[in-house]
């Protein structure tokens, strides 16, 4: 069988894996890491979103191979070592922007792809166009919009922490 | 999926090898339309070849007054690239809404343009710039390049190199996007360039068209108003739940006005 070798957050692994193998079944069921969630299956709804240098994609519509020598980031990853949530995680939990979860690791994957793509900041509407590969079916995205405005300005140096979500 | 081979050659001409050697291999550019067909069933190739460590099928350049993209360039580096925002802006635009942000990060202009989904924005936009298709071992315009649904005139071990875009003096696009998949209903790209002045159609029909009309009426003046009276005829247009070929030939000449406004 073929080998795939990739580094995932920060951890270089080899495994054998058919040409079928999808990254997401990679991830979920050799790497038991199973943050990384299979909505819809076909390329549509996003609960599978995970970085491959640095850029968002759908890990249900990406062959393991394809990923070889490649780095992937998965929700697992984005946290520091001491616990400490990365910025977009923090304004997750700070403005309740989820409600099952389910599409949460996606959201957050895509939002911080979005948030470094656009250094110049991002309006309410950019926000809800930029999250077009995600479907949240609980929440109505309002919080989940916030949320990553919020993140924005941490990731982009404008505030030290993430703003209350009540004032 | 079933599965298969995968090979993952580094240059053109081990690319084209392993496919002449194998007529069930198919090349794989960003996959994003190839894999969902594979996990339906809807086809079984031996091998997956796949083009992403073939690095000069890669990249965008300005060549006297053409554009050059390569087939592998992924649409989110269309849709950036600062060299097609100032030669050919509405080309940049179209790309920027093509799928969602993690298509446009693996899809490819040469995977979706080989491809030829009647739905597909590129072929319209080739179409009416008069875009070259520069393959592994001919050059083709694009009125002989797209043969109709799914269908090109690219061998089945031929290889799309690069895209080849003449910079118009003014060029434009406008699509009605189906609500619920965003797929084109009807888009329309116009541009007045180097094959003069260009109306092609997308989504509408079985492939990407020319309309002949809309052009004439643009040659004499260039405005919306001028293609306002221009009448699609729907024969052999797509009818499906999504709407009829009377709706579809009616978008053509509302989404040729808009194309007329975005080129300004």
Redesign the interface.
Known sequence: M?QVTLTVNGTTHTAEV???TLLVELLRETLRLTGTHVGC???QC?AC?VHIDG????SC???A??A?GASVTTIEGLASADGKLHPMQEAFREYHALQCGFCTPGMVM?AI??VQKNPQGLSEHEIRE?L???ICRCTGYHNIVKAIAAAADVMHGKRAEIAPAMA | ??????H?PTSIADAVKILAADPDAKPVSG??TL??A??HRLNQPS??V?L?GIAELRGIKREGDTIIIGAMTRH?EVATSDIIKSAIPALAHMASTI?????R??GTMGGSLANNDPAADYPAAAMALGAKFQTDRRTLAAEDFFQGMFTTALEPDELLIAIHFPVPKKAGYAKLKNPAS?YSMCGVFVADGAAGIRVAVNGAGPGVFRQEAAEAALSANWSPEAVAGVKQDPDGLNSDIHGSAEYRAHLVTVMTKRAVLDAG
């Open positions: 073929p058919e040409g079928r299956d076909t390329s996003g979103v850029e968002s994609v759908k519509t990406t062959l191979l394809q070889n895509s792809d979005l930029g077009e590969g995600n | 999926m079933y599965d298969f081979a995968y993952k996959g994003h894999l969902p594979l996990k091998a997956l796949d992403s989110g799928g969602d942000t993690q298509v990060n693996r965003r």
